[in-house]
């Protein structure tokens, strides 16, 4: 046999070799894993006198059990800046050992624990007061910060999340003299995004800290 021929056929050998062992084959991309909080409103825009419902869903995403998890909410700098905004927070249920409402504040430490993958869920209703002043460009912006720890305790991760808490402050439509009154859609445009300050973040660590010492 020429020697051509020899290293032609040792080439396919080896690649026959390599497709039939496993692991030298590329394996498919495992899906995504879930975001560890989700939090989503009953309703976009509110009026005076009503209630807004936050859903909010802790989701392991490690593949260990989550021994700890807190969680806080709370306005975002703009939200607390406006004197006319009047809401306070009315009730906290759900899957936790803690759940507690303090004006325009809430403290949250779900049931633990959390095997990797499943889910723990809280709902927190909130009023919003009948004179409150809301009108264009007047929301309701809430963050809330999230710490949990894993592989029996020894790890962590923490973070800030927005998303769902962004709820419009809008005036009841008003009749106009003479005119039959009709409904007005809030054409307000959104506020821009409050940047949580490292501050803020920090604060909430050391809050943390000194309930786990």
């Known amino acids: ?25 590329q394996q498919p991309a495992s899906a995504a894993a879930a975001p560890p909080m989700t939090i989503t409103a009953d309703k976009t825009s509110a009026t005076p006198g009503s209630t807004v ?14 021994q700890f998890v807190y969680q806080s909410i709370q306005p975002t700098w703009a ?15 759900g899957e936790a050992v803690q759940c507690d409402v303090n004006g325009q504040t809430g ?7 959390v095997i990797p993958g ?8 909130y009023d919003i007061a009948a004179d409150s002043a809301c ?24 973070g800030v999340y927005t998303t769902g808490t962004d709820v419009a402050c ?15 859609a809030d054409k307000a445009a959104k506020a821009a995004a409050d940047v949580v300050t ?4 920090q604060e909430q660590r050391q809050h943390v800290a000194a309930i786990r010492h």
Do not use: W
């Open 170 to 184: 809008a005036k009841p439509p008003a009749p106009e003299a003479g005119v039959k009154a009709e409904a007005k």
């Open 198 to 201: 490292a501050r803020q973040l």
């Open 79 to 93: 939200t607390s800046q406006d004197p006319g905004l009047k809401y306070t927070f009315k009730s906290c249920t």
């Open 53 to 66: 419902t936050l859903t909010m869903t802790f989701t392991n995403d490690q593949t260990t059990n989550t």
């Open 1 to 25: 046999m020429r020697p051509t021929t020899r290293r032609r056929l040792g080439l396919s050998g080896l690649l026959a070799l390599g497709i039939g062992l496993p692991g030298l084959v």
């Open 118 to 125: 499943a889910t723990r869920t809280v709902k927190l209703t």
């Open 107 to 113: 403290v949250v430490r779900y049931n633990v624990p």
């Open 135 to 158: 009108g264009p460009s007047r929301r309701i912006d809430l963050y809330s910060y999230v710490y949990y720890e894993y592989q029996g305790g020894q790890a962590k991760k923490d």
